[in-house]
């Protein structure tokens, strides 16, 4: 079975990096994509970047696009997201989730979210 | 970047209740759009995809529609297990956006 198995809860300071990495399994790592989502505490969902495991192309969004860094190793089938210079307010759950590059619908692609890491917690505080 | 805003932001409703969410979007993206259920302390569970395409494995009573800019997620009838929270999300465009969730609680 398709599952994504992130890292563990990581407190950091003021200006610090941070690398959390998501392990997948149960499909074929470089046919699908992987995103990264983040979430405040008690706020919503915010899209952060993709990573295309098969090229190592990536597309973040444009205000991590200096601080965040989207890598895989294709031999661990494992992606990893470095986000520096972290402030207070980069503390959020920290999710990875699966693009399937299959998702057809009337023979449209669609990417969908389908399989989710659990997330990390990433406390940023001095 | 694509605004996605949701009503109601919070929903009371009861066991059987038919509950309507709506998700508008700030620009055409035709039907590049997902819905997704929260539980507090979980990843997000994907619904919907293709505007109404149920995912594999989500009930029935579960239904999206909608085009262009305006969509809709339906619950037929409430179940205990669907109190949570919703959100749209946007797939047309990068970056991809969320709308701001609707939170569906017990009456």
């Known amino acids: 079975q398709v599952q994504l198995v992130q890292s563990g809860p990581e407190v950091q300071k003021p200006g610090a990096s941070v690398k959390i990495s998501c392990k997948t399994s149960g499909y074929s790592f470089t046919s699908d994509y992987v995103h990264w989502v983040r979430q405040a505490p008690g706020q919503g969902l915010e899209w952060m970047g993709i990573i295309d495991p098969k090229t190592g192309r990536t597309s973040y969004k444009e205000r991590f696009q200096n601080r965040v860094n989207m890598t895989r190793d294709t031999s661990t089938s494992t992606v990893y997201m470095e986000v520096s210079s972290l402030k207070s307010d980069d503390t959020a759950r920290y999710f990875c989730?699966?693009?399937?590059?299959?998702?057809?619908?009337?023979?449209?692609?669609?990417?969908?979210?389908?399989?989710w890491g659990q997330g990390t917690l990433v406390t940023v505080s001095s | 970047d694509v605004q996605l805003t949701q009503s109601p932001s919070f929903l009371s409703a009861s066991i059987g209740d038919r509950v309507t969410i709506t998700c508008r979007a700030s620009q055409i993206i035709s039907s590049y759009l997902a819905w997704y259920q929260q539980k507090p302390g979980e990843a997000p569970k994907l619904l919907i995809y293709?505007?109404?395409t149920l995912q594999s494995g989500v009930p029935s009573r579960f239904s999206g529609s909608g085009s262009g800019t305006a969509f809709t997620l339906t619950i037929s009838s409430l179940q205990p297990e669907d109190f949570a929270t919703y959100y749209c999300q946007q797939l047309n465009f990068y970056p991809f956006t969320f709308g701001p969730g609707t939170k569906v609680d017990i009456k």
């Open positions: 989730a699966r693009d399937s590059r299959l998702s057809m619908v009337r023979g449209v692609h669609y990417p969908k979210f389908d399989f």
């Open positions: 293709a505007a109404s």
